[in-house]
């Protein structure tokens, strides 16, 4: 019987393979797509993210990414991170890097769908293998976390997320995010000629329609698509609770507010972490309030920002708000490393 399995090997699970073999457990990871896998994503790791890769031995390419720019028309905000950087970094790049560093540390890889669940006092069994624990790192519409009845009902106009990636010298290091009445287009360089762009918003219409709203960014982009558009939401899933007998939420299966501040990386590697050392050390019941910890800052940020954007009134004060108190832009961009 092995210590840890793993439903699903995006970036959380893999986190959580290399974790749990770090950490002397026998971890076999479930998933159905071959590696690497793209998905949409802003592409950009904050300074904690990067040093949580590094802990993990896992080396990755991209570009240094020196802090946070808003901009609405005139108005602009900026903060650089202080003291360690972040890192624009393709989705496929990440995910291939995980991938090798898990293949290194001896952790099998099922191909496969986790499937039914059952459990025991003692042991958890799916996909055909029997282990003591699953860790379930399904993604952001976990099919594990719905038939556990861990999830609530989602919300009417949640938002949605889609991104594009745009063959141009990238004009700036920082992640830029272009603030309209509607939502936000999120710049991430993440290639010497690659750059990703990314839009969030309650709207459900097509990219094109929706970078139309961002003039000004639409005019740096004089080279040509580089990607097809892929998309993701609604991105609000809210949990129950995260863990359910010998099973163990990590990453957006654990629960999901928004893409706005950038974090969703920094979180899936945080969370995989906790979920591993709360196994190792044999009290799975502590995730929850570690989960609540480390998610805690995230949420309230977060949390803010929707309710400001959520009028487009008060979207537009977002801004000029920030430009006027550079040290209350600065502490929130330097929260977020």
Known sequence: MIDVLVAGGGPAGLA????AALAGLEAVVVEPRAAPVDKACGEGVMPGGVAALRALGVEVTGRELRGIRYLDGAARAEA?????????????ALHAALH?????????????KIGEVHQSADTVTAAGTTARWLIAADGLHSPLRRSLGLELPGIAHGRYGLRRHYRVEPWTDFVEVHWSAHGEAYVTPVGDDLVGVAVLSRSRRGYDEHLAGFPALTASLRGPAATEVRGAGPLLQRVRRRVAGRVLLVGDAAGYLD???????????????????????GRPEDYERAWARLTRRHRLLTGALLAASRRPYTARLIVPAASRMPPVFSAVVRALQ
Do not use: D, K, N, W
Not at 80 to 92: C, E, K, N, P, Y
Not at 259 to 281: H, P, Q, S
């Open 259 to 281: 893409a706005l501040t950038g974090e969703g990386i920094a979180l899936a590697l945080a969370t995989a972490g906790a979920a591993v050392r709360c196994l190792a050390a």
């Open 16 to 19: 959580a393979a290399i974790h």
């Open 80 to 92: 650089a991170f202080r003291g360690r950087s972040g890192l624009g970094v393709r989705r496929t």
């Open 100 to 112: 090798q560093r898990a293949l290194g540390l001896g952790v099998r890889m099922l191909p496969g």
